[in-house]
């Protein structure tokens, strides 16, 4: 198994619990929690020092080990490492992970076995096993973008973003609409002498809280209406909590809802409107320590954060439909099991609207329950895939949204599969 971030966390606790005696977890940093282990180091990848969690804590928590009931609606990073590190500890998980351990290269044996090679403490080595489970999350692999000229003052992407201290007293444009994007121009706002923030398009901006409750929670009551109505109802208690986008600066989003991925923040709104953050629309061209804006208006910044996503990308594993640009829209059966090989199990690599950690942990059920020999692989794969690739046509079109995923459908899917076994 490659990742010890939560998916790679819960693939272990499954891949045990279903009996699988020899089950090894590798993990690059020393460290288990993937992203939400915060770093300082910018070449380490991890959230940033104000990030909280954008779904709330009860449809963020495992069915088996629930959050502390003393942690908020929104946990911080810190609360939701702790409740990692308490995760391992209640399934008792470390001694299948090997820490500051990489996996280097991936080959096939002629049996079908995985060969990997690896770096680890004590220098390179290579194992050998029957199957191999990818947790490698997909936010690895800053996406920036290019644009006319060229900007000469700071510019990194949010990848790399820790905290707002280095950007005191300066200029800076946040580029992006997403949740890392407002997360840092929020965070940005009151030691940046200006805050920017540039969207090429409209957003849906959804408060975290929507009549008095957590937002998935609130939008979880009218989950059992069919998704056409569903999108209509969000849409009109938006209407209702939020009013007009053009009332905060920002576009109307082209389509609905619930075809493309929102951005849960509500204080992204109170700042536009309270004026601490302004709203420009797409970037057209950098002029050295100038940017111009597709409306024309040029304006002179220090700073320049490209929050502008990841490009989900696997790790080489030879097999050619596995080898696809962009890896969201691989060909694959719940979005975790290839045709081309009936030992290789991804998990987490798709984009929900909700969280993504209560499904991954469905996927390894799954996975857990095959190499078991609890549940068998379904017949007619190929055109199970078809049908499933067919299906992401109703969103957005964008490379961002190939990997979007209904969760409430998709947690549906997930547990029919897991009541064949």
């Known amino acids: 198994m490659i990742g010890a971030g939560i998916c790679g966390l819960s693939a272990v606790k499954n891949l045990c619990q279903a009996g699988i005696g020899d089950v090894t977890c590798f993990e690059m940093r020393d460290v288990i929690g993937g992203q939400w282990a915060y ?43 702790s409740y990692f590190n308490g995760y391992a500890d209640r399934f008792g998980l470390r001694p299948r ?17 995985w060969r990997l090679s690896l770096q680890g403490p004590e220098g390179a080595s290579a194992e050998t096993f029957t199957h191999l489970v990818v947790c490698t999350g997909h936010h690895s692999h800053p996406v920036l973008p290019a644009y006319p000229g060229s900007f000469a003052g700071t510019a990194l992407h949010s990848h790399d973003y820790k905290t707002a201290t280095p950007f005191t007293g300066q200029r800076v444009l946040v580029v992006g609409g997403g949740n890392s994007a407002c997360d840092i121009a929020v965070d940005l706002a009151p030691v940046a002498a200006r805050t920017v923030i540039s969207m090429r398009r409209g957003y849906h901006i959804i408060p975290k809280i929507i009549l008095g409750a957590p937002a998935d929670m609130a939008l979880a009551k009218i989950a ?59 970037v057209e061209a950098l002029d050295g320590d100038s940017v111009r804006f597709a409306d024309g208006r040029t304006e002179p910044f220090e700073a320049i954060i490209w929050a502008t996503g990841y490009r989900m990308q696997l790790p080489d594993l030879g097999l050619p439909s596995l080898a696809a640009e962009p890896a969201g829209a691989l060909p694959l059966y719940l979005k975790m099991i290839p045709e081309e090989a009936d030992n290789l199990y991804l998990i987490g690599h798709f984009q929900p609207f909700g969280c993504i950690w209560t499904l991954a942990d469905l ?53 029919a599969e897991i009541a064949r076994a």
Not at 39 to 63: G, L, M, W
Not at 243 to 269: D, F, W
């Open 39 to 81: 770093t300082e180091q910018p070449s380490n990848s991890s959230v940033y020092a104000a990030a909280h969690t954008i779904s709330s804590k009860r449809c963020s928590s495992f069915d088996d080990f629930p959050m502390p009931a003393e942690f908020p609606d929104f946990p911080s990073h810190r609360q939701i490492l």
């Open 97 to 113: 992970i090997r820490l500051r351990t990489s996996v280097e290269r991936i080959g096939r044996a002629p049996d079908g076995a």
């Open 224 to 282: 059992s209406l069919p998704k056409w109505l569903r999108d209509r109802a969000a849409a009109a208690i938006l209407r209702i909590v939020v009013g007009r986008y053009r009332k905060y600066g920002l576009r109307q989003p082209a389509t609905g809802l619930m075809r493309m991925h929102p951005t849960l923040n509500t204080r992204i709104l109170d700042a536009l409107r309270h004026g601490t953050i302004q709203a420009r629309g797409a």
């Open 363 to 415: 996927q390894a059920r799954i996975a857990a329950l095959m190499m078991a020999g609890r549940l068998a692989r379904p017949d007619g794969l190929h055109a199970l895939i078809e049908r499933e690739m067919s299906r992401r046509s109703g969103y957005d079109p964008s490379e961002r949204h190939m990997s979007e995923t209904d969760a409430l459908e998709f947690e549906r899917e997930l547990r």
